[in-house]
Nanobody
């Protein structure tokens, strides 16, 4: 039932910045745990950053200090501000929502947005 639409990806030079956005449907966005995952070619899906309904955040070590996840509950949107981008950040970035449903955590996924960082 939760629909997620990512935007903001693109081609950027190393050292540059991008801000990804994920717009979510529904009336209960503020209760969802939100996260950004990425998948680079030939690699497994990787959790990049997460933010809880209580605004607690976590980051994979490789992006700490460079990426910031945030949410605007008035707009049903989660953001990933990416700075000092590296070629290793090249991946398809997916928005994820974790919803409590029938006592269980249910995951929803966006289509993904491509981020390409040139050398």
């Amino acid at each position: 039932q939760v629909q997620l639409v990512e935007s903001g990806g693109g081609l950027v030079q190393h050292g540059g910045s991008l801000r990804l956005s994920c717009a979510a449907s529904g009336s209960f966005f503020s209760t969802y745990g939100m996260a950004w995952y990425r998948q680079a070619p030939g690699k497994q899906l990787e959790l990049v950053a997460s933010i809880t309904s209580g605004l607690s955040t976590n980051y994979v070590d490789s992006v700490k200090g460079r990426f910031t996840i945030s949410r605007d509950n008035t707009r049903n949107t989660v953001y990933l501000q990416m700075s000092s981008l590296k070629p290793e950040d090249t991946a398809v970035y997916h928005c994820n929502a974790k919803r409590a449903l029938w006592g269980k955590a249910v995951d929803y996924w966006g289509q993904g947005t491509q981020v390409t960082v040139s050398s």
